[in-house]
Nanobody, 120 residues
Framework: QVHVVESGGGLVQAGGSLRLSCAVS????????IGWYRQVPGKQRELVAT???????KYADSVKGRFTISRNNAKNTAYLQMNSLKPEDTAAYYC??????????????WGQGTQVTVSS
């Protein structure tokens, strides 16, 4: 089994910072890209940032310059550093990992999400 667990969410005031973690564990052979997504009730899930296994990053326009995605391959963990948070950043944040399992099957695995709430 492959498990993805997000952590680090919470309540923060506008302008504040938060750091999310995404830990991937289980029967992983390799982890390719890792992405952070967010979703608010009634809206579609939105891509926030992605990072490839080679460290190439991409960001949604709404978070460029404020958020930074990174990863520690030795720990099978990705991070999302969120600065200058805005109320519109409020959402459940999900991590998705593109994983090749030890059974030689490649697929995406998702965590259960961590809530980020930004107050004004």
């Amino acid at each position: 089994q492959v498990h993805v667990v997000e952590s680090g969410g919470g309540l923060v005031q506008a302008g504040g910072s938060l750091r999310l973690s995404c830990a991937v564990s289980g029967s992983t052979f390799s982890i390719n890209a890792i992405g952070w997504y967010r979703q608010v009730p009634g809206k579609q899930r939105e891509l926030v940032a992605t990072i490839s296994d080679g460290g190439i990053t991409k960001y949604a326009d709404s978070v460029k310059g404020r958020f930074t995605i990174s990863r520690n391959n030795a720990k099978n963990t990705a991070y999302l550093q969120m600065n200058s948070l805005k109320p519109e950043d409020t959402a459940a944040y999900y991590c998705s990992a593109d994983v090749v399992t030890t059974a030689w099957v490649r697929q995406d695995y998702w965590g259960q999400g961590t809530q980020v709430t930004v107050s004004s």
